[in-house]
Nanobody, 122 residues
């Protein structure tokens, strides 16, 4: 699976962005999808994950209630709707695919996209 993330940009605090991650191949519905982010000088952290057909989702505490992960298997795409953005949401956002069970752990994800920059100004 090859992944291409897009939709990042510069936004003011309180604003919103929607990230997209397009996957190649015919096996998109066979993988769990996740979003991770990495701020400058910090380790990569889990943001959200969604099961193969969207029945289950997981969110990190800092984004719960503000971000929504969804997927469209017909379009081989996973989305991350980010509302009420805060400066601490700034970072490079990566999408990733996991052939196993839905997880918050980055080491279980087998394939990664190149990342898209999100910058939230105060």
């Amino acid at each position: 699976v090859q992944l291409q993330a897009s939709g990042g940009g510069l936004v003011q605090a309180g604003g919103f962005l929607r990230l997209s991650c397009a996957a190649s191949g015919r096996t998109f519905s066979s993988v769990v999808m996740g979003w991770f982010r990495q701020a400058p000088g910090k380790e990569r952290e889990f943001v959200a994950a969604i099961s193969r057909y969207g029945a289950s989702t997981l969110y990190s505490d800092p984004v719960k209630g503000r971000f929504t992960i969804s997927r469209d298997n017909a379009k081989n795409t996973v989305y991350l709707q980010m509302n009420s953005l805060k400066p601490e949401d700034t970072g490079v956002y990566y999408c990733a695919a996991d052939k196993g069970s839905i997880s918050t752990m980055s080491q279980w994800y087998d394939h990664w996209g190149q990342g898209t920059q999100v910058t939230v100004s105060s």
